[in-house]
Nanobody, 121 residues
Framework: QVRVLESGGGLVQAGGSLRLSCAVS????????MGWFRQAPGKEREFVAA????????YYADSVKGRFTISRDNAKNTVYLQMDSLKPEDTAVYYC??????????????WGQGTQVSVSS
C-alpha cells in the first residue's frame, strides 16, 4: 500500500515562512502528478497547488498565488510546498495527494494524514 507522508508543519507568526515536504513510499513517483490541499476548521478541504509529473506545469489557488511555491524532486520521491508571507487565514491542516493529471480540479488517488500549519497574528 502506498504511503504518503507529510512533514514540516508548525506554528509561525504572520509574515513568516514554512516549507512542507511530502514523501511517497512507492513509485514510480514520476508517473504521478502531486498536489497540496488544506482544510481549515469548519471548512471544506480546498485545493492549494499542484505540479505535473516532470515539474514543468504548476497550478495555484488564487489565495496563495505569489506566496506559495510547489516543487518536486523525483529522485527523492518528494514534493515540497514553500510557503512565504504566511497569513492567519493560511491556518489549516495541509494534505498531500497524488493524482494522474495536475490541475486545479485534480482528481486524487492517495492522501497523506496531513500536517498542521498554524499562523499567529
Amino acid at each position: 500500500q502506498v504511503r504518503v507522508l507529510e512533514s514540516g508543519g508548525g506554528l509561525v507568526q504572520a509574515g513568516g515562512s514554512l516549507r512542507l515536504s511530502c514523501a511517497v513510499s512507492e513509485g514510480p513517483f514520476i508517473a504521478y502528478a502531486m498536489g497540496w490541499f488544506r482544510q481549515a476548521p469548519g471548512k471544506e478541504r480546498e485545493f492549494v497547488a499542484a505540479i505535473s509529473q516532470r515539474g514543468t506545469s504548476t497550478y495555484y489557488a488564487d489565495s496563495v498565488k505569489g506566496r506559495f511555491t510547489i516543487s518536486r524532486d523525483n529522485a527523492k520521491n518528494t514534493v515540497y510546498l514553500q510557503m512565504d508571507s504566511l497569513k492567519p487565514e493560511d491556518t489549516a491542516v495541509y494534505y498531500c495527494a497524488r493524482g494522474l493529471i495536475a490541475s486545479m480540479n485534480m482528481k486524487t488517488l492517495d492522501w497523506g494524514q496531513g500536517t498542521q500549519v498554524s499562523v499567529s497574528s
